[in-house]
Nanobody, 114 residues
Framework: QGQLVESGGGLVQPGGSLRLSCEAS????????MTWYRQAPGKGRDFVAS????????TYTDSVKGRFTISRDNAKNTVYLQMNSLKPEDTAVYYC???????WGQGTQVTVSS
């Protein structure tokens, strides 16, 4: 059974930056695309970004394009989400997911507030 563990969330002021990490175990991480989702208070879980297995192609939801960057290090079984120019509307619990197996992490809270 695979496992995903996110880290790196926290409280940041508007305009600030955070880098989230998601470490995978229990499956061959390097073979599969990975995604990030987020869930704001009182709302559903929404797609944020995805990356192919070797990192050659990325996709973003429109609201984060130009501000967020997804990347991966297959040697470390880790996918990252670099978040810059953060806005209050980015406040959410952020989850990583392996779509192939529908594995989800436990989530990490990101709060953007002054």
């Amino acid at each position: 059974q695979g496992q995903l563990v996110e880290s790196g969330g926290g409280l940041v002021q508007p305009g600030g930056s955070l880098r989230l990490s998601c470490e995978a175990s229990g499956f061959t991480f390097s073979r599969y695309p990975m995604t990030w989702y987020r869930q704001a208070p009182g709302k559903g879980r929404d797609f944020v970004a995805s990356i192919t297995s070797v990192g050659g192609s990325t996709t973003y939801t429109d609201s984060v394009k130009g501000r967020f960057t997804i990347s991966r290090d297959n040697a470390k079984n880790t996918v990252y989400l670099q978040m810059n120019s953060l806005k209050p509307e980015d406040t959410a619990v952020y989850y990583c997911r392996c779509p192939m197996y529908n594995y989800w992490g436990q989530g990490t809270q990101v709060t953007v507030s002054s």
